[in-house]
Nanobody
């Protein structure tokens, strides 16, 4: 059973960098695709980006200029950094796996609330 757990500050000041870590157990991040997704209050899910089994990355065009996803394979963790945040970046942030063979999300973290204060 694969488990994902998000961690990081719940409150970030505007203009600062939001940094979240996803710790994975029961599966290696050197396989499949590892994603960050968010859901602002009252809105739908928004895909932020992924880091692949090889370490390559892809980002949402709307967030690409402010986003960086990296990984630490020794800790089986991957990290999201979102710079120059504004209150519009307030959301529940999720990490999730996409299975390579199906291209479908199959495991999700429980999500973590991040609030950006102005």
């Amino acid at each position: 059973q694969v488990q994902l757990q998000e961690s990081g500050p719940g409150l970030v000041k505007a203009s600062q960098t939001l940094s979240l870590t996803c710790t994975v157990s029961g599966g290696s991040i050197t396989t499949n695709y590892w994603n960050w997704i968010r859901q602002p209050p009252g809105k739908g899910l928004e895909w932020i980006g992924w880091i692949s089994y090889s370490g390559s990355t892809a980002y949402s065009p709307s967030l690409k200029s402010r986003t960086s996803i990296s990984r630490d394979t020794s800790k089986n963790q991957f990290t999201l950094q979102l710079s120059s945040v504004t209150p519009e970046d307030t959301a529940v942030y999720y990490c999730a796996r996409v299975l390579t063979s199906t291209s479908l999300f199959d495991y999700w973290g429980q999500g973590t609330q991040v609030t950006v204060s102005s």
